[in-house]
């Protein structure tokens, strides 16, 4: 990928001015949408992050294409050449029950293969950044390559979806073999949790692109294992249940539980 450097400073700039919007948004009326149910909502600030992004990415890089989560982006049928990801707003429910443990996240590909990635904390200022083969940081600071610790001592998170599920006891046999569940509702937060050790594993029900992109390249540069909960690679251009999780953990949790038979 070209312009590395120039991506990199325009990316963190704009998900700062993006986070001020989110911010600012507190002391004012939103507008709040169901989306498929009462459970996946749109707001009118997750349109206006989208937006700008969009507008950003178009100004400095007309001839790429943008997929984002509330579709004011590009229709991607493929992942030929540069496709920016955008989840304007992950962890929607946090952000507006709780405004806290939400998170704005941006990755870029290109040929299907992640180049950069982006996770921005913003009640806590926190900042998760990937370049491939370069290492992750947090707030530009390095991040030290993960432990590879087993499932029986760590902390496991599993979305919410599954955890509560009534036909299969999978998802709480996982949190009966680890240390204990613990859960945000973010699955960029979750998965920067494993990668700074705090987690061995985050499990996602059905994860888009968008809720996946910036995680993956993040994780990957730390040495944890991102794929769907079969074992196979993510797919990027469809819903995936997924796993990140550190080698050991990885490996338990797909050979031992049967939780991608799970709806
Ligand atoms: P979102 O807030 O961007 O929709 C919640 O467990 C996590 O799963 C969040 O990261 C949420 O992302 C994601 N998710 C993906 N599809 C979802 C859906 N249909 N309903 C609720 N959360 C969903
Ligand atoms: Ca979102």
């Not at 079969?230 to 949790?253: C, F, Q, R, W």
């Amino acid at each position: 990928m070209n312009q590395i450097v120039k991506r990199d400073q325009l990316i963190k700039e704009w998900i700062y001015v993006a986070a001020d919007i989110s911010r600012t948004s507190f002391e004012q009326t939103i507008n709040i949408e169901e989306k498929t149910n009462r459970t996946d909502l749109v707001t009118s600030i997750d349109k206006e992050i989208e937006q700008y992004f969009i507008e950003k990415i178009a100004t400095h890089f007309p001839n790429e294409r943008v997929l984002g989560e509330e579709g004011s982006g590009h229709q991607i049928t493929d992942l030929k050449g540069v496709v920016w990801i955008i989840d304007p707003i992950d962890g929607t429910l946090n952000f507006v029950k709780q405004k806290n443990d939400f998170a704005i996240m941006i990755s870029v590909y290109e040929n299907g293969i992640g180049y950069l990635g982006y996770i921005y904390d913003v009640m806590k200022d926190e900042l998760y950044s990937a370049v491939k083969n370069q290492g992750a940081c947090l707030n530009e600071i390095p991040l030290k390559k993960v432990k590879d610790i087993p499932l029986r001592e760590g902390l496991v998170a599993v979305s919410h979806r599954l955890m509560s599920s009534e036909k299969n006891d999978e998802a709480r046999k996982i949190g009966r073999a680890s240390s204990g569940v613990r859960m945000v509702g973010s699955a960029g937060l979750e998965t920067a949790r494993v990668a700074t050790g705090r987690l061995v594993a985050y499990i996602g029900a059905s994860l888009a692109p968008w809720d996946i992109g910036a995680g993956k390249v993040i994780s990957e540069e730390l040495g944890l294992i991102y794929t769907q909960l079969n074992g196979e690679k993510i797919d990027m251009l469809h819903y995936n249940k997924t796993i990140v999780a550190t080698p050991s953990a990885h490996k338990e949790i797909i050979e031992k539980f049967k939780l991608d038979k799970e709806g």
